[in-house]
């Protein structure tokens, strides 16, 4: 009998498959029979994991949404680890949803099409709607946070900070995709940084009292 091991590499490399099938032909090109083709598998064992399409996708875009999750959470520990302000941190995790390179505008096409098809697929909706409640939810922690050390004012309510920094990250996210090359002459992915630590700034205004020496 396979080990679980084997059976989650399975589904991961299916839900690889359904990803790359949607980056480099769109949301209709995946079927059972191209997702197995592109995963080296036969088509019987990919139903043996995932009966229907809806399925394959609902999977994928967990695993998706999983994987730049994950990201975002070692950029977290790596300034935890080193010590770094909040505000710089959460500039490294906002820059994860970007996509500034080809490896992040694959994955964000990829989301772009699901949420599409989210408006009228439940099941695709709640991962679409859980993933941009924990990221609103992670911003409003690293604002209480920043409370506690001394980069955030007092009375500054998290919630609206959160609200606010999460619409500008995905608002450039989507001109970033939209004109990866450049707008008047200007690539405008060089505008991201100068921007997040912008509004960043706005929030995160004091400095941490917790590195202090």
Excluded at 4 to 31: C, F
């Amino acid at each position: 009998m396979p080990r679980t091991a084997d059976h989650e590499e399975r589904r991961r490399q299916i839900a690889d498959a359904v990803s790359r099938l949607i980056s480099e032909h769109g949301l209709d090109a995946v079927t059972v029979a191209r997702t197995a083709a592109t995963a080296g598998m036969s088509v019987g064992l990919v139903q043996h994991y995932f009966r229907t399409k809806d399925e394959m996708l609902l999977h994928a875009f967990r695993e998706i949404s999983a994987r730049i999750r994950a990201r975002a959470e070692e950029r977290i520990r790596d300034g935890v680890e080193h010590k770094r302000p909040i505000a710089r941190v959460m500039a490294d995790v906002m820059t994860e949803y970007i996509p500034l390179d080809e490896a992040r505008r694959a994955e964000y096409r990829v989301a772009r099409a699901f949420a599409g098809r989210a408006l009228d697929a439940p099941a695709l909706a709640e991962v679409d709607t859980e993933t941009a409640r924990k990221l609103r939810e992670d911003i409003a922690r690293a604002v209480r946070n920043g409370k506690e050390c001394g980069e955030v004012e007092a009375e500054l309510d998290p919630l609206p900070a959160a609200v606010r920094l999460a619409a500008v990250m995905e608002g450039l996210a989507l001109q970033v995709y939209r004109e990866p090359e450049a707008v008047e002459g200007v690539p405008v992915a060089r505008f991201v940084a100068p921007l997040l630590d912008a509004e960043l700034a706005t929030v995160f205004t004091g400095e941490c009292r917790q590195y202090a020496t």
